[in-house]
Antibody, heavy 120, light 105 residues
Framework: QVQLVESGGGVVQPGRSLRLSCAAS????????MHWVRQAPGKGLEWVAV????????FYSGSVKGRFTISRDKSKNTLYLQMNSLRADDTAVYYC?????????????WGQGTLVTVSS | SYELTQPPSVSVSPGQTATITCSGD??????ACWYQQKPGQSPVLVIY???KRPSGIPERISGSNSGNTATLTISGTQAMDEADYYC????????FGGGTKLTVL
């Protein structure tokens, strides 16, 4: 069955970096666009970034552009999110999401998320 | 930037029909999706392309989208439907509504 397992979250100081990973299994990873979506504690969903099925196209929200980088490794069936210059308002559960580029198809599927806490 | 507006909360009695709205400029011209999120769990897609249900989603959950408003309707609401619901669309990027907490009284 489809599985998306995020890892790499934790507590990090403001200004530092962190890399999240999302291990995919149960489907053809290279056939789908992949997204990162985050949710601050007690808040709603916020889209972060998307990468095309082959990694050739990437797009970011304004709040993370220039600080975060999305990437994927086909050989490892893994999605990544490199997060630099972290700020307190980046604190959230980060979800890995499989889906179309516009995230509007029946193939949409969410991982369980990994918590990132930015605090001194 | 594009915005989707949802009521913060909706209450419904068991067995009754719950209606959750999502408003955005010319939303009816876009594909709307809905997600259900229960406490401590990740979101689950319940409606895509305005009114289509993924496999495993009960028929009592339905959607529509016209004009500036997308609507999620849950008929015969059960206690298990109590959750946060988020609408989502695409307008130059993925956009989520602020979420609606559905309470089954």
């Amino acid at each position: 069955q489809v599985q998306l397992v995020e890892s790499g979250g934790g507590v990090v100081q403001p200004g530092r970096s962190l890399r999240l990973s999302c291990a995919a299994s149960g489907f053809t990873f290279s056939s789908y666009a992949m997204h990162w979506v985050r949710q601050a504690p007690g808040k709603g969903l916020e889209w972060v970034a998307v990468i095309s099925y082959d990694g050739s196209d990437k797009f970011y929200s304004g709040s993370v552009k220039g600080r975060f980088t999305i990437s994927r490794d086909k050989s490892k069936n893994t999605l990544y999110l490199q997060m630099n210059s972290l700020r307190a308002d980046d604190t959230a559960v980060y979800y890995c999401v499989r889906g179309s580029w516009e995230l509007h198809s029946s193939s949409t599927y969410w991982g369980q998320g990994t918590l990132v806490t930015v605090s001194s | 930037s594009y915005e989707l507006t949802q009521p913060p909360s909706v209450s419904v009695s068991p067995g009754q029909t719950a209606t959750i709205t999502c408003s955005g400029d010319k939303l009816g011209e876009k594909d709307a999706c809905w997600y259900q999120q229960k406490p401590g769990q990740s979101p689950v897609l319940v409606i895509y392309e305005d009114n289509k249900r993924p496999s495993g989603i009960p028929e009592r959950i339905s959607g529509s989208n016209s004009g500036n408003t997308a609507t999620l309707t849950i008929s015969g609401t059960q206690a298990m439907d109590e959750a946060d619901y988020y609408c989502q669309a695409w307008d130059s990027s993925v956009v989520f509504g602020g979420g609606t907490k559905l309470t089954v009284l």
